[in-house]
């Protein structure tokens, strides 16, 4: 498994921007499907966003246009760039990491966005 951090949440107005960091351990990170998941109070943990080993990307229709997922293998880190934030995208975000069937989760990040 790799243990996963996540950081750079936070209260940011409507339409402003924020960007979700998510640091993993071993050498192994750059094998790994890396996903954004986020889960709002009274609702179910939903996919924001996911990349292959290989770069390619996948979106929630809901951010598609607004966020943009990206990794650096040198640096074993996922970075999830939100643009537009909408007070609908509150909610804790979570990074998760998946090889071989097996998945690890970080610890979440807070996201609030409201004026």
């Known amino acids: 498994q790799v243990q996963l951090v996540e950081s750079g949440g936070g209260l940011v107005q409507p339409g402003g921007s924020l960007r979700l960091s998510c640091l993993a351990s071993?050498?192994?990170?750059?094998?790994?499907?890396m996903g954004w998941y986020r889960q709002a109070p009274g609702k179910q943990r939903e996919l924001v966003a996911n990349i292959t080993s290989g770069g390619n990307t996948n979106y929630a229709d809901s951010v598609k246009g607004r966020f943009t997922l990206s990794r650096d293998n040198a640096k074993n880190t996922v970075y999830l760039q939100m643009n537009s934030l909408k007070p609908e995208d509150t909610a804790v975000y979570y990074c998760?990491?998946?090889?071989?069937?097996?998945?690890?989760w970080g610890q979440g990040t807070q996201v609030t966005v409201s004026s």
């Open positions: 071993g050498s192994i990170f750059r094998f790994y499907v």
């Open positions: 998760k990491g998946t090889r071989g069937g097996i998945n690890s």
